[in-house]
């Protein structure tokens, strides 16, 4: 296997480890920790309880689905974006890129089965400081989409790759034609 296709590989296998995670600790909180309602609490840390959400929408309450037309159009919406996210991880080459495709890819199927299932997200994740919540309740998928986009976003910002420079006789071909042009 070439070095391009083993990092895609890591990659798809990122996804399919971060899809399992999300869904084996939504099993944990809905069953054996019995988060059955909306507002059921687990006090795990003075920081961080587990916290039973639906969520209806994406991102911040996004494209709230109220609806059994709407839920389907996020269904299909999500399923999009996770196929065009699983073609880009396909076309990469370096395991930095591929990576956080991997992140994203995982969490948004994690998230695309909650939908399908039950018609809203599974969230439980509560990290607080007191009353101050510096992030709404998620998930395991939620906060693998994050910090994904947050990587390509740095990457795409701030490593852009320098171009190559060019070879020796491209080099002289240039001199020797500026020299003309002048």
């Known amino acids: 296997m070439t070095r391009p296709w083993r990092n895609r590989a ?19 909180v809905t069953g054996p920790l019995g988060l059955t309602e909306v507002g059921d609490q687990l006090y795990l840390l003075p920081i961080f309880n587990f916290t039973r959400v639906n969520n209806f929408g994406l991102s911040l309450g996004f494209l709230e689905a109220t609806s059994s037309e709407m839920r389907w159009g996020l269904v299909a919406l999500t ?20 990576l956080p495709l991997g992140m994203i890819l995982g969490g948004a ?21 007191g009353h101050i919540r ?38 002289a071909d240039e001199t020797a034609e500026n020299s003309t042009n002048a």
């Open 10 to 28: 890591l990659g798809l296998a990122l996804a399919a480890a971060i899809y399992a995670a999300d869904q084996w600790i939504k099993h944990l």
């Open 79 to 98: 399923g999009l974006i996770a196929l065009v996210v699983c073609g880009w991880l396909l076309r990469e080459r370096k395991f930095a890129d591929i």
């Open 109 to 129: 199927l994690g998230n695309i089965q909650d939908r399908v299932l039950y018609g809203h997200v599974i969230d439980y994740a509560d990290l607080h400081f």
């Open 134 to 171: 510096p992030f709404l309740i998620f998930n395991v998928a939620d906060a693998a989409i994050s910090i994904g986009v947050a990587l390509i976003l740095v990457r795409a910002l701030f490593m852009r790759e320098k171009p190559a420079a060019p070879q020796r006789g491209e080099q």
